[in-house]
């Protein structure tokens, strides 16, 4: 073939652009479509003191004003404010469900503050476990309110932790993620806050307590992470206020000598919560409270109903023998109760048979008694009635004796 011909031959050859991924290289993209129309779902825990700033932060976290009302400082009992909202960021929906403590720390006496904290995340683990358990699980509309994460607002003393700081962070540490914080830094000096954040660790590693590790396994995250890591506790400044600051607004604190900027990196840790809470690690939160906390709580209320893995003799079990041998264990053990019960009923039937039978013999004595004292009674009276009949007789014969007598005399009498 002559070469123009070749040439004119390529000219005609129509060159397709792609418009996309066609192969299974477009994997990740189904689970983004998915996801974004399913929508997302975190739950937060804020724990900390009242008027510690935990509405603050979290409205300065989520761009939202979500008009919580201030907690009293004279509740008897810790409690906790449970708050669902739905939010917006242009195409992506959020189901966030805040829940604050409320009273924490205005307790004389505060050993029990924790408890209803623990006792609300176990609740939420028991009633994922119940879903679980059923035959007909609903996931699809099931509302996870397992806690994600618990903020923990430290007060900024500058000194050490409180007392009821590590006695609560060392009963949750195994059952959600921490991450400390330091509230209204804003109050500490730079030099302060650094020796305070020092103290704060090195109080949390004597005292064995665990606090959520951003992770460094993932090689894209690994290098902000680990050093995130370091930067813990966050010294946190919260607001929603918008104050100028040259030509632009900015979120800050306006004070006399100046403005406190919040988004400002040199100011607070603010910026650095953000990233790694809702940017980096939201789904690493998620999973370690499924595959840690989750799986821990669920492990411990097996072990407790007796179920095991492996045998003492370090042989899988299976879970239906053991299944099968608890609900004859069960079934048993009920038997054994219904007999028991059956015995206690005889034996109080019996006693009160006894007791029954006493009574009526008393009684029949007692009537008995009567009866022999009325017929004595009787024979008396009637001895009485015929010794009266007879004196009665006497006296009319007597009578009848005495008029005779009468009679004779006035006779007589009457002849002389
Ligand atoms: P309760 O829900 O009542 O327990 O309070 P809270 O912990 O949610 O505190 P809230 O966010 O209502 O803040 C209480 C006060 O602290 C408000 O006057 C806030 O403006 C102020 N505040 C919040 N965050 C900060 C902060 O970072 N620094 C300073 N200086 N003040 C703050």
Known sequence: VPDDEDTQKEDNIRGLTMLGHFGFDCLPHQLVNKSVQQGFFFNILCVGETGIGKSTLIDTLFNTNLKDKKSSHFYSNVGLKIQTHELQESNVQLKLTVVKTVG???????????????????????????EEWKIKRSFADYHDSRVHVCLYFIS??????KPLDLLTMKNIDTKVNIIPLIAKADTISKSDLQKFKCKIMSELVSNGIQIYQFPT??????????????????????????????????????????????????????????DMLLYTNMEDLKEQTHTQHYERYRCCKLQKMGFVDVGPDNQPVSFQEIYEAKRQEFFDQCQREEEELKQKFMQRVKEKETAFKESEKELQDKFEHLKRVQQEETMKLEEERRQLEEEIIDFYKMKAASETLHTLVCTNIKKD
């Open 217 to 274: 396994d993932d090689e894209a995250d690994a290098n902000v992470n680990y050093s995130m890591n370091g930067l813990l506790p966050f010294a946190i400044v919260g607001s929603t206020d918008e104050v100028k600051v040259g030509k632009r607004m900015v979120r800050g604190r306006q004070y006399p000598w100046g403005v406190l900027q919040v988004e400002n990196e040199n100011h607070c840790d603010f910026v650095k919560l953000r």
């Open 156 to 161: 900024p003393t500058g000194h050490s932790l």
């Open 104 to 130: 924490y720390g205005d307790q004389i006496n505060k050993e029990s503050s924790y408890h209803p904290i623990v006792d609300y995340i176990d609740a939420q683990f028991e009633s994922y476990l119940q």
